[in-house]
């Protein structure tokens, strides 16, 4: 009887987590054939090839607003990605055991939950009004920074510190030194892991809209520098949907975002894949 309910008991657990899986993605598929089915139709050459009219009419395409979104996209991602797997390195395999680190990692789960128009105030605040960058790409570059790195941090030590300790004692007892074994094992082994964190980031970046509407603005001007004010795609779908109440243009830029983060998140995982093979291969 024990081993009777147990296989009951386990057979009901596997159902209960096929179906909650089952549940979530039919409501994924749900949610992007809709915006497909809606936005497909009033997507076209000319919507993606002319800048947007302004005014309430919500008129013309979202060219600005496509390059204003890469120009951002980039510009994070440079300053993102360093600054958070190395961080991520560092408390992993380098630093301490001891207050400082633990109060390190409370701070960065705590900030991976503060809400995003916090960071946004603080942006403006400090990089639009005190350090006088005004509305800009750079300002709402450094702002995502500052909301993503806790995010980023976490997934990447956690990736990291799932490595098996046998790969670092293969390597070291080789004659690797520490960096060595951190660059052509540890960081291979994890690179998987540390993508999937990338990936996260990017999803969240690219579908932000509080913390860039107070640090970016939203013209719909062409940026001609970091230094220029911009309209992401989020904010121009939000800009859509809300005040001018172009519904289909707002469903047609969400079928554009939908595409591009899918590019994006492709490209990562290729560039990931291609990064651990050449620091595998160079062991």
């Avoid at 390195?89 to 900030?111: M, S, W």
């Avoid at 046998?166 to 082994?189: C, D, I, M, N």
Wanted: aromatic content about 8%; overall charge positive; hydrophobic content about 50%.
């Amino acid at each position: 009887m024990p081993r009777a309910s147990a296989r009951l008991t386990q057979k009901m657990a596997m159902v209960c987590v096929w179906a909650t899986g089952a549940i979530t993605v039919f409501a994924l598929l749900v949610i992007i054939g809709y915006t497909l089915y809606r936005g497909l139709p009033h997507v076209g050459w000319s919507f993606l090839t002319t800048p947007p009219r302004g005014g309430t009419s919500g008129a013309g395409g979202i060219s600005t607003v496509i390059v204003a979104t890469l120009y951002l996209m980039g510009l994070t991602l440079v300053i993102l990605v360093p600054l958070g797997v190395g961080a991520a390195v560092y408390l992993a395999e380098y630093a301490p055991d001891n207050r400082l680190t633990r109060l390190i990692r409370f701070g960065t789960e705590v900030l991976a939950g503060v809400p995003s128009i916090v960071f946004g105030m603080f942006g403006f605040a400090l990089l639009v009004i005190a350090l006088h960058f005004k509305f800009s790409i750079l300002s709402g570059a450094l702002t995502l920074v500052c909301l993503l790195l806790p995010t980023l941090i976490r997934t990447s030590e956690e990736a990291i510190k799932a490595v098996p300790r046998s790969y670092r004692e293969a390597a070291l007892a080789l004659g690797a030194t520490k960096w060595q074994t951190t660059w052509r094992v540890t960081l291979p082994a994890a690179i998987a892991g540390i993508a999937t964190g990338i990936i996260l980031c990017i999803g969240r970046a690219m579908g932000e809209t509080a913390a860039l509407y107070v640090t970016m603005g939203g013209t719909t001007a062409l940026p001609t520098s970091l230094l220029s004010s911009g309209r992401t795609l989020a904010v121009h779908l939000y800009y859509l949907a809300t005040v001018t109440n172009n519904l289909d243009g707002a469903f047609a830029v969400g079928v554009i975002l939908i595409i591009v983060i899918v590019v994006t998140n492709s490209i990562t995982t290729w560039l990931s894949q291609r990064f651990r093979g050449r620091m595998a291969g160079g062991a």
